[in-house]
């Protein structure tokens, strides 16, 4: 099976981390010396992915002082075979378009195809979960249009979750959770539609912000205005074209101060994963806060 390209949304004005945000895009802040972006790249590099697509908007200068401009990245000793960063100058878009945009670039670096599937993923969700599997449940399975999405329990502050996952794996929004569906009646009386069954003890999830997405899922986005991924959720749903897998691994939202120090004392804890060491050790420019005493500790 071939490895899918991921695409990381970096694009975002990080309000709630300013004034970090002011001088240093969000994916870029360090956790123990190490970028954030670099810790999703890592995680997906461990079962062989070797292309990324990042959207930048906000201080997108800084991130090509990270990236080469042929697209070679500066995390080749991970794996990592190529960076394209996909820009959304002269505005920011929101998430839907802002992927609608980089599709040309997805899909060259997925073998040229328009119907390959490929992983979606906030730069800021931290998941402990094993992506290579997700992937292979899901990749032959998806339809064109059709996306998957990493579900996980419900946070302090969002605790009515946002999906229910019914036994079939397609997912239901929690009522009101979305916005309704323009001319739904229609989605409803389409022959792709059906009925999903949720029983009285199912549990609600929160979206993770990581998922896998089919090209043709994006058909109708103008790249050019702003559109949020929710608005294309309210559709799919309507439609019965999203599924969803519960992970039950350590997940973070680190969109404020306080969660960012809450993952470096996860980091703390858990340790800082050895390849990252490595490539610290390889690369001097890479400042590593206490990277001998974790190296010594494993």
Request: aromatic share 12%.
């Given at each position: 099976?071939?490895?899918?390209?991921?695409?990381?949304?970096?694009?975002?004005?990080?309000?709630?981390?300013?004034?970090?945000?002011?001088?240093?895009?969000?994916?870029?802040?360090?956790?123990?010396?190490?970028?954030?972006?670099?810790?999703?790249?890592e995680?997906?590099?461990?079962?062989?992915?070797?292309?990324?697509?990042?959207?930048?908007?906000?201080?997108?200068?800084?991130?090509?002082?990270?990236?080469r401009?042929?697209?070679?990245?500066?995390?080749?000793?991970?794996?990592?075979?190529?960076?394209?960063?996909?820009?959304?100058?002269?505005?920011?878009?929101?998430?839907?378009?802002?992927?609608?945009?980089?599709?040309?670039?997805?899909?060259e670096?997925?073998?040229?195809?328009?119907?390959?599937p490929?992983?979606?993923?906030s730069?800021?969700?931290?998941?402990?979960?094993?992506?290579?599997?997700?992937?292979?449940?899901f990749?032959?399975?998806?339809?064109?249009?059709?996306?998957?999405?990493?579900?996980?329990?419900?946070?302090?502050?969002?605790?009515?979750?946002?999906f229910?996952?019914a036994?079939?794996?397609?997912?239901?929004?929690?009522?009101?959770?979305?916005?309704?569906?323009?001319?739904?009646?229609?989605?409803?009386?389409?022959?792709?539609?059906?009925?999903?069954?949720?029983?009285?003890?199912?549990?609600?999830?929160?979206?993770?912000?990581?998922?896998?997405?089919?090209?043709?899922?994006?058909?109708?986005?103008?790249?050019?205005?702003?559109?949020?991924?929710?608005?294309?959720?309210?559709?799919?749903?309507?439609?019965?074209?999203?599924?969803?897998?519960?992970?039950?691994?350590?997940?973070?939202d680190?969109?404020?101060?306080?969660?960012?120090?809450?993952?470096c004392?996860?980091?703390?804890?858990?340790?800082i994963p050895?390849?990252?060491?490595?490539?610290?050790?390889?690369?001097?420019?890479?400042?590593?806060?206490?990277?001998?005493?974790?190296?010594?500790?494993?």
């Amino acid at each position: 099976m071939n490895k899918p390209v991921v695409m990381i949304l970096a694009a975002g004005r990080g309000q709630r981390m300013q004034p970090l945000t002011d001088v240093i895009p969000k994916p870029l802040l360090l956790a123990k010396g190490f970028p954030l972006i670099g810790y999703q790249i890592e995680k997906f590099t461990r079962f062989g992915v070797e292309n990324f697509v990042i959207n930048v908007s906000h201080l997108e200068e800084v991130f090509y002082k990270y990236f080469r401009k042929n697209g070679d990245s500066v995390f080749a000793n991970l794996g990592v075979k190529k960076v394209n960063l996909s820009s959304e100058q002269p505005r920011a878009l929101e998430t839907a378009s802002g992927i609608a945009k980089a599709l040309p670039l997805i899909n060259e670096n997925n073998g040229n195809s328009e119907n390959a599937p490929f992983f979606v993923v906030s730069s800021d969700a931290f998941l402990e979960a094993d992506f290579e599997k997700f992937y292979a449940k899901f990749a032959e399975k998806l339809q064109p249009g059709e996306a998957a999405l990493l579900l996980v329990k419900n946070p302090e502050h969002n605790p009515n979750g946002d999906f229910y996952l019914a036994e079939n794996g397609k997912l239901q929004a929690i009522p009101n959770r979305f916005e309704k569906v323009e001319n739904a009646e229609n989605a409803e009386n389409s022959e792709n539609s059906e009925n999903v069954e949720i029983s009285d003890n199912q549990k609600s999830y929160t979206y993770s912000g990581i998922g896998i997405f089919t090209p043709k899922f994006f058909d109708g986005v103008n790249p050019r205005y702003p559109l949020k991924l929710n608005k294309l959720f309210v559709q799919a749903l309507a439609e019965q074209r999203l599924y969803g897998e519960f992970c039950d691994g350590f997940w973070l939202d680190i969109g404020t101060p306080q969660r960012l120090q809450d993952f470096c004392d996860y980091l703390d804890k858990t340790g800082i994963p050895p390849r990252i060491i490595e490539f610290c050790k390889n690369n001097p420019n890479y400042a590593y806060a206490n990277a001998n005493a974790n190296q010594e500790s494993e």
